[in-house]
């Protein structure tokens, strides 16, 4: 079956514009996962979501940064007046049960905000 | 708060030797650790899965061993192959709550030359 799925592969915006970015998960996983990854920060946990819980959105760097999940199945982050330091690839991962099951990454977003 | 650090940055190794590469985490309250590789521009691909319950899991050439009251987890490589070459990341989700977040070391950049 297919992997997680996420377009655009890459984006390249200019500073204070807005951008979305879109995740595919595995057919049947129920959590979906937001990562960041920068040169300065590594890799670092964005936001989460489970069936139809509640999101966990502690990892989310500022209120520019939301994210929604329709159906429980595509998802979409959106980036609000985007500004340099949120250059960065972006990826998603689904998994099965939560805590129990291997989260599949997405090949991820490269956003450059120029 | 959990911190993950992986040793070395770096290693470059001849063809056919056997290596390992070290994890360290800070609070050993975790649900599972995942080993992962990610090749350049590319997502991350898991290799193996260790439950906190759980010494080692192995995968072909690849075995993984976790000390969990040590904070601690190693990857051994046997008899690598260039195509091995890639950066390997290791991870740990606390679980037992709402959210199985994965918390990221910083990654061994690994080079195997032919």
């Known amino acids: 079956g297919a992997g997680v799925s996420q377009s655009p592969s890459n984006k390249v915006t200019e500073k204070g514009k807005d951008v979305e970015l879109r995740c595919d998960p595995i057919?049947?996983?129920?959590?979906l996962y937001w990562y960041r990854q920068s040169l300065g920060q590594g890799l670092e946990f964005l936001i989460y979501?489970?069936?139809?819980?509640?999101?966990?959105k502690s990892g989310l760097p500022s209120d520019r940064f939301s994210a929604e999940r329709t159906g429980g199945s595509v998802s979409t982050l959106t980036i609000q007046r985007t500004q340099q330091e949120d250059s960065a690839v972006y990826l998603c991962?689904?998994?099965?049960?939560?805590?129990?099951?291997?989260?599949?990454f997405g090949p991820g977003t490269r956003l450059l905000v120029l | 708060k959990q911190e993950v650090t992986q040793i070395p940055a770096a290693l470059s190794v001849p063809e056919g030797e056997n290596l390992v590469l070290n994890c360290s985490f800070t609070?050993?309250?975790?649900?599972?650790l995942q080993w992962f590789r990610q090749d350049p521009g590319k997502g991350l691909t898991s290799l193996l899965l260790?439950?906190?319950?759980?010494r080692e899991q192995t995968s072909g050439r690849l075995n993984a061993s976790l000390d969990k009251s040590s904070g601690r987890s190693t990857l051994y490589i046997a008899a690598s192959q260039p195509g091995d070459s890639a950066t390997y990341l290791c991870?740990?989700?606390?679980?037992?709550?709402?959210?199985?977040?994965?918390?990221f070391g910083t990654g061994t950049l690994l080079a195997v030359q032919p």
């Open positions: 057919s049947g996983h129920t959590a």
């Open positions: 991962a689904s998994s099965s049960l939560t805590g129990l099951e291997t989260q599949y």
């Open positions: 260790i439950q906190s319950s759980q």
């Open positions: 979501f489970q069936g139809n819980s509640a999101p966990d």
């Open positions: 609070d050993s309250a975790i649900y599972n």
């Open positions: 991870a740990v989700s606390r679980g037992g709550g709402a959210t199985n977040k994965l918390i």
